[in-house]
Structure formats: structure tokens, C-alpha cells
């Protein structure tokens, strides 16, 4: 089966750390693609608690398990990166109207653009209020962050 035939999504994110929201729209959105690419995007003007390798390693390691996902780092635009993939589809996870309002327009510019799809998926009610950055918060403030990551 060729890429073109394929159906590959790339999630990006920082996924400083990754969560168990992003974990739900993972796993909701794998009979949807052959092929998720969980894409960490490279930064270099944002401050991160975890360095890019521990954040991969991190992940590779919790989906190690499943053929289907894959874990990559990359710099520069998305959809940039999505071409390079063969990848069709924009994998986005949404926890409220503002996350909407935000990844309308993107989604809106990368179709026009780039001719690449967004798909949106409605976090599940109890990881809704989960995010990366609330997770630094609890860990650079010395909580227990560990019931909001996998």
C-alpha cells in the first residue's frame, strides 16, 4: 500500500508533558488513520520543563506497543512537516470553545495553504480541563501532578 493510500495524521504539540488528554484523542482518533505521527514540535523560543529527547523518549515508550503511532520531532511549520510525512490530516484535540476559536483559523489557513485537512476531536469530559502548561504549573510548584499524566 502506497502513503497516498494511507491515511496518516500528525498531532503536533509540545507535549511538555504529554497528558492523558492528549493519550484520550490518541487512542479516540486510531481507528480513524493507519498511521498517527505524534510530532513534537521544536521551539527554540519556548521554555521547556522537559528537554525534546526525554519528551520523545517519553513517548515512544508509552506507545511502544502500537504499530500504528509513531514519534517524531520536528522544526518549522506543521504543515511543512505533514508534506514530508505523506501525511493528509492535522490531528487536533479540543477542550473548549477557546480551543476552537484558536484552531479555527489554523485549520482554516493549512487547508487553504497547504491543502491539509484538520480534524478535530472533542476531549472526553474528564480530561477537559487537563493541559500541559497547568501540569508545569503543579511541577515547578513541587505537586503531585501524577493523576493528569500517563
Known amino acids: ?6 491515511k496518516i495524521a500528525v498531532f503536533p504539540g509540545s507535549f511538555d508533558p504529554i497528558t492523558l488528554g ?4 490518541i487512542n479516540r482518533a486510531l481507528p480513524l488513520f493507519d498511521t498517527i505521527i505524534i ?5 527554540a523560543t519556548k521554555k521547556h520543563m522537559w528537554s525534546l529527547q526525554d519528551r520523545k523518549t517519553a513517548i515512544e515508550q508509552l506507545f511502544e506497543n502500537n504499530n500504528a503511532i ?12 505533514c508534506k514530508s510525512q505523506g501525511a493528509q490530516f492535522i490531528l487536533r484535540g ?4 477557546t480551543d476552537f476559536e484558536y484552531e479555527q483559523t489554523i485549520a ?3 487547508d487553504k495553504v497547504n491543502g491539509i485537512d484538520s480534524i478535530f476531536i472533542i476531549s472526553s469530559p474528564e480530561y477537559g480541563f487537563i493541559s500541559s502548561s ?9 505537586g503531585d501532578y501524577s493523576k493528569l499524566v500517563p
Open 1 to 6: 500500500m502506497s502513503n497516498t493510500s494511507k
Open 22 to 25: 492528549h493519550v484520550d484523542i
Open 39 to 43: 510530532a513534537i514540535g521544536s521551539n
Open 70 to 81: 509513531k514519534v517524531a520531532t520536528y522544526d518549522g511549520l506543521t504543515a511543512t512537516f
Open 94 to 97: 479540543l477542550r473548549n470553545s
Open 108 to 110: 482554516q489557513a493549512n
Open 134 to 142: 497547568i501540569v508545569r504549573d503543579i511541577a515547578r510548584n513541587g
